[in-house]
């Protein structure tokens, strides 16, 4: 059975900080690229940041460029989004997938918040 779990989510105050993690289960990961994608109240989704198999090539969205990374664990089948310098739009629900030939697997998400 495929999972895909995430965690870390939360309220923060602006400039603040937080980690997400996305647990994978129930297929070969390291054989999967890992995408992190959000979407905002009302608003449709919006790809936020991949990263290649082996973890050495990553790539990001404009508007999180220089603020978020990503990295991932293949021992721990494992994926993060550190996000630093958070702003009240990036205020969504952030989730992971996985993708390899076509299959893509999806994770329910978890809600960040960027608040004072």
């Known amino acids: 059975q495929v999972k895909l779990v995430e965690s870390g989510g939360g309220l923060v105050q602006p400039g603040g900080s937080l980690r997400l993690s996305c647990a994978a289960s129930g297929f070969t990961f390291s054989s999967y690229a890992m995408s992190w994608v959000r979407q905002a109240p009302g608003k449709g989704l919006e790809w936020v940041s991949d990263i290649s198999t082996d973890g050495r090539n990553a790539y990001f969205a404009d508007s999180v460029k220089g603020r978020f990374t990503i990295s991932r664990d293949n021992a721990k089948n494992t994926v993060y989004l550190q996000m630093n310098s958070l702003k009240p739009e990036d205020t969504a629900v952030y989730s992971c997938?996985?993708?390899?030939?076509?299959?893509?697997?999806w994770g329910q998400g978890t809600q960040v918040t960027v608040s004072s």
């Open positions: 997938n996985a993708g390899s030939n076509g299959r893509i697997y």
